[in-house]
């Protein structure tokens, strides 16, 4: 079973009913720091969600719990360099962890209910162009030089493989 949560903290409570029955799962745990933009609203404090994040690991061991960033979102107010200082922060508190770390490039103009609240919240977003997505990719596989986490898009069409980022599925089928 494949879970897929900002917030799998309710989960927690039902692990030992997934193992006594012989249930294997791995989470997809989205984990953002838009906290003080707040472009998600309703989710637990970042550190609270780092915390889930570990406890979760505890009970289904590493490689059971994959980090999500995702999206990635450009603003007014959020740069390449901001969403870098962001995954470094989170990163550093989950080296030993996780092994892998899947992110996409929000493409805002797709979705017309995101776009609707952004625009209604009066944020202006940026699309990422070709440029902004391979100096990412650049800046992010030289940090991560520091993880070793195993990186990948969520379907993502741009070829960055160069820098050591793979192609996978929103939904890994390994």
């Not at 998600?40 to 994959?66: C, D, M, S």
């Not at 450009?74 to 092994?99: A, P």
């Amino acid at each position: 079973i494949v879970f897929w949560s900002k917030n799998p903290e309710p989960l927690l409570d039902y692990l030992d009913q997934l193992k006594e029955k012989n249930i294997n799962c791995y989470i997809q745990f989205t984990l953002n720091d838009y906290v003080t933009e707040k472009l998600e609203k309703g989710v637990p404090a970042l550190n609270r969600r780092i915390a889930t994040f570990k406890e979760l690991v505890g009970k289904l061991g590493k490689g059971h719990v994959v980090w999500r960033f995702d999206p990635l979102i450009l603003t007014d107010n959020i740069t390449i360099d901001d969403l870098l200082r962001k995954i470094k922060n989170i990163g550093d508190q989950l080296e030993g962890y996780t092994e892998k770390l899947v992110f996409s490039f929000a493409d805002i103009t797709s979705y017309r209910k995101v776009k609707s609240n952004l625009e209604k919240n009066k944020i202006n977003y940026k699309d990422w162009d070709e440029i902004a997505m391979e100096e990412f990719a650049k800046r992010l596989a030289e940090l991560n030089q520091r993880w070793n986490y195993e990186l990948a898009t969520c379907s993502e069409k741009i070829d960055i493989e160069r820098y050591g980022i793979k192609h996978n599925h929103c939904v890994d089928d390994d």
